[in-house]
């Protein structure tokens, strides 16, 4: 146990580093162009410094799901939470029911097939939808029982503000080709960056905690 806790976590510190490495030299980067580069390209870097954001709950994600795969859990054994989660990934039936009879037999087919099986392999990858949001990260981690990060992690510090109506405001407007109306500055880059810095440090202090209580289990309240 100890060992799967130890590789978790070297691998999320070292993608943390590597996403660290990469939003530190691009504000290099930039900040060593001249003033009509150094405009379009700060523009340009929201959207990179969200794709880093959104691409570490992937990959952290994964990571968890991956050391959580190798500890055999059972549909007897795996917290609700990700029991519903796994269904719903790997079962679209739930969400929409087929109407014809062959697709409902494949359906309940596969279905008594996993209910019978002894382990399974969780779902991966995750539905991030597109967009990274405050209430999208706590769903996600809702989903895996991790609980949820606060609203105001520092005092006077809104995560709702930063991520959803700085960050994700942003780059949604930018990638849909609103550039006339937008002025990024290196303080915004600056700003973006320390966000997901803080942001990454979060989750993955949420995922670390989530394993090492082994909160991917069942109560033993819930199994009665």
């Known amino acids: 146990m100890a060992l799967a806790n130890s590789i978790l976590e070297d691998d999320i510190r070292t993608d943390i580093e590597t996403r660290t490495d990469s939003m530190l030299s691009l504000n290099k980067l930039i900040r060593r162009q001249s003033d009509t580069d150094k405009e379009l390209l700060l523009l340009h870097s929201i959207p990179i410094v969200y794709s880093i954001w959104?691409?570490?709950?992937?990959?952290?994600?994964?990571?968890?799901?991956?050391?959580?795969?190798?500890?055999?859990?059972?549909?007897?054994?795996?917290?609700?939470?990700?029991?519903i989660y796994h269904l719903e990934a790997e079962f679209k039936q739930f969400k929409e029911y087929?109407?014809?009879?062959?697709?409902?037999?494949?359906?309940?087919?596969?279905?008594?097939?996993?209910?019978?099986?002894?382990?399974?392999?969780?779902?991966?990858?995750?539905?991030?939808?597109?967009?990274?949001?405050?209430?999208?990260?706590?769903?996600?981690?809702?989903?895996?029982?991790?609980?949820?990060?606060?609203?105001?992690?520092?005092?006077?510090?809104?995560?709702?503000?930063?991520?959803?109506?700085?960050?994700?405001?942003?780059r949604n407007r930018v990638a849909h080709g609103d550039h006339k109306s937008i002025i990024v500055t290196v303080d915004d880059l600056d700003r973006a960056i320390t966000l997901v810095k803080m942001l990454m440090d979060l989750v993955s202090e949420k995922i670390f905690t989530g394993f090492q209580e082994k909160s991917y289990l069942r109560s033993s309240s819930s199994q009665k």
């Open 54 to 83: 959104e691409g570490f709950v992937q990959t952290s994600f994964q990571t968890y799901i991956r050391e959580l795969n190798k500890l055999g859990l059972t549909i007897d054994t795996v917290c609700e939470p990700i029991l």
């Open 98 to 170: 087929p109407d014809k009879n062959p697709r409902k037999i494949h359906f309940f087919n596969n279905l008594k097939q996993f209910l019978r099986s002894t382990t399974f392999a969780i779902h991966t990858p995750i539905n991030t939808e597109s967009n990274v949001g405050f209430n999208v990260l706590n769903g996600i981690l809702e989903q895996f029982q991790l609980g949820q990060i606060p609203e105001y992690p520092q005092p006077r510090y809104s995560l709702p503000n930063e991520l959803d109506k700085f960050l994700l405001n942003r």
